[in-house]
């Protein structure tokens, strides 16, 4: 963990959590490790499903952004809800605060709309209430979200067989699947050319997954990327409906059909072990036998926040 003592801010853009006193022990936690956190989310306003009323989220993201003593605004949980709050964000105000907004899920509408705003860098990474008021923190994805933190570069080494062998170099970006595709068309849905697209869902079945990479491609949005990265996939269920259509046959069908390289094995999505991307960084790509490397720089970290 960074030794560097910073300002966390805590909202709620979308879901909520409903267990304060573990949010509150990990408010604790983080407090006695010398970090000061700003908690911008109340359980008291809840609201239906979401972490306060469509008002009451964009103030929290609001108040964070103007608070002076935060480097870093993190995401409660994704769910959903940060859609409806697209068209009433000043992300120009976003982006002049000079936080670090982090976040993965639901929170990719927020970094999306954030880049085609205003070029402006985010973290994919961690959630205050999945990864910090857990009682299974799982340390290899806490050290590298503090990791990237300190850059100045960020990396990370995959091991995967039968991914094709590239070296490319681009702008890294992405999340979560059904997020982006929801953005096509949009003004959300930032132009990234000469890119590296990383994507992950859960409890979305191959055939599903398949079609919204197809949008992405019949869209022109894959033409203009070096690479398509795929991260976890899981939580669907296959069923003798499928007759042997599975993740694998999809990716098969994905690696044949597309313009670009496509390569699986990324330890990012729904799951408990994950890494940290940054957002908008320069990202150098090389796939060699058995493994991945990627290496991240040019992007937000507490030495310049």
């Known amino acids: ?3 560097q003592h910073i300002g966390i801010a805590i909202v709620a853009p979308g879901g909520y959590g409903r267990d304060g006193a573990a949010i509150e022990r990990a408010i604790a936690s983080l407090e006695q490790q010398g970090h000061t956190v700003h908690n911008y989310f109340k359980t008291s306003r809840i609201h239906q499903r979401f972490g306060g009323t469509d008002e009451g989220r964009l103030a929290q993201l609001n ?10 605004v993190m995401a409660l949980r994704g769910q959903y809800g940060t859609t409806r709050l697209l068209p009433h964000i000043d992300f120009a105000r976003m982006a002049a605060s000079g936080k670090i907004f982090v976040g993965y899920s639901d929170f990719t509408a927020f970094q999306m709309a954030l880049m085609a705003a205003t070029g402006a860098k985010s973290y994919a990474g961690p959630m205050f209430y999945g990864d910090f008021a857990t009682d299974e923190i799982d340390q290899f994805t806490l050290g590298d979200f503090w990791s990237c ?3 100045p ?3 990370i080494v995959q091991k995967e067989r039968n991914n094709p062998y590239i070296d490319v170099r681009g702008t890294i970006w992405g999340g979560n699947l059904a997020m ?3 953005l096509l068309g949009t003004p959300y849905f930032p132009r990234i050319d000469d890119g590296i697209l990383f994507v992950e869902d859960i409890n979305e079945h191959p055939y599903r997954v398949e079609r919204m990479v197809l949008q992405l491609q019949q869209s022109g949005v894959l033409e203009r990327q070096k690479a398509l990265v ?3 996939f899981s939580a669907y ?3 003798t409906h499928d007759n042997g259509y599975n993740f694998e046959e999809m990716v098969a069908y994905l690696r044949a059909t597309l313009p670009i390289p496509v390569l699986t094995g990324l330890q990012f999505g729904h799951i408990r072990t994950r890494v940290t991307i940054p957002f908008g960084a320069q990202a150098h790509l090389v796939s060699t036998k058995g493994m991945f490397e990627l290496t991240m720089s040019d992007y937000p970290t507490i030495a310049n926040a």
Not at 63 to 72: F, L, Q, R, Y
């Open 1 to 3: 963990m960074t030794t």
């Open 63 to 72: 108040a964070a952004a103007d608070d002076p003593d935060v480097k870093v």
């Open 149 to 151: 933190l300190c850059g």
């Open 153 to 155: 570069q960020h990396r």
């Open 180 to 182: 982006l595709v929801s």
């Open 230 to 232: 795929l991260g976890d």
């Open 237 to 239: 269920k296959l069923s």
